[in-house]
């Protein structure tokens, strides 16, 4: 059994214009740790096939998706939000990063590889149902969990998130009361920071921790036992959904949380064990954010060499 590694070209060709700190060469920074560190060579890598619309209508409402489609440019720019555009790759690209997590679900769920960690962008746990917003185009990890769940019989996911912005737009899919037994997002995130959700009337299938700026391995630490074990524990999920952002750590500037590279390993190792003794070692792991490249690149690598450990 092995990890896959799934990405595509396509995924490096969209941009937001010069500056914009979703840039490619974020993925070109993780795609070049996992050379330069040989952990390439033991994974299974795939290539990212295009999410169709009805995998993304699952989760997005069929008038956005309608929308995106149809607001592909042939040249320059189209600005979805104040943070978000789209260039004449971007809908190939978006397309690719949700596929991403589609195939994810089809390898592991057929026994082809045990887990698999999706090196995409655009990056999407903000994309709520009806909006792109905070650089996401589509819902990655919602649009894949929601197909382990419609098409390929599993009961019960959890979707976790440590990223260093609160995930609202999988909380905003996931906190419709259809989805209140089947799914369990667990998260910790800066509060107050953008996009300043994630404290107020959440569902009661939301395991929300909000943590200070400044905070570092012991708080993170703390969420994870005191909050997150004893829910994923009590729901038993049966695949495991992992919003991989990097940007909590202490190197990168556009957060402000003090993580560092053993702390993602210290992740990843408890929610392998999660899976372990619930999800048949099932995880799926999806890239979000992360923009100091040196730090993006070692935690992601990382990540993936504990994933294939």
């Given at each position: ?26 993925l070109r920074s993780v795609n070049e740790h996992m050379r330069t560190t040989g952990l390439m060579e033991s994974l299974h890598c795939l290539q990212a096939p295009l999410a169709a619309a009805a995998d993304l209508k699952r989760v997005h409402g069929a008038d956005y998706v309608d929308l995106i489609f149809d607001s ?238």
């Open positions: 059994m092995t990890t896959a590694y799934i990405t595509h070209a396509d995924c490096l060709r969209h941009e937001m214009g010069g500056g914009h700190p979703e840039c490619p060469d974020r592909a440019p042939s040249e320059g720019y189209v600005q979805l939000d104040p943070d978000t555009a789209m260039n004449p790759h971007s809908l190939a690209a978006a397309r690719r990063a949700a596929g991403a997590g589609l195939l994810a679900v089809d390898e592991i769920m057929a026994g082809r590889c045990q887990n698999a960690f999706c090196a995409v962008r655009p990056c999407g746990h903000h994309a709520t149902q009806t909006r792109s917003m905070g650089f996401c185009i589509f819902n990655n990890i919602g649009v894949a969990a929601a197909y382990a769940l419609e098409q390929k019989g599993l009961q019960r996911v959890a979707v976790i998130d440590f990223d260093v912005h609160h995930g609202n737009g999988t909380e905003d899919m996931f906190s419709v009361a259809k989805w209140h037994p089947r799914v369990l997002m667990a998260s910790f995130f800066q509060h107050p920071f953008y996009p300043y959700s994630g404290t107020a009337s959440t569902a009661p299938n939301m395991v929300n921790v909000p943590l200070a700026a400044g905070s570092g391995a012991a708080a993170a630490r703390r969420a994870v036992t005191q909050d997150w074990l004893p829910a994923l524990d009590a729901f038993q999920p049966q695949m495991v959904f992992i919003s991989a952002g990097f940007d909590a750590h202490r190197e990168d500037l556009l957060g402000g949380m003090a993580l560092e590279d053993a702390d993602y390993v210290w992740l990843t190792e408890q929610l392998m064990a999660v899976a372990e003794r619930h999800a048949g070692k099932r995880i799926v792991s999806m890239l979000e954010g992360g923009y100091n490249l040196t730090a993006l690149g070692r935690s992601a690598a990382a990540h993936v060499r504990t994933l294939a450990s």
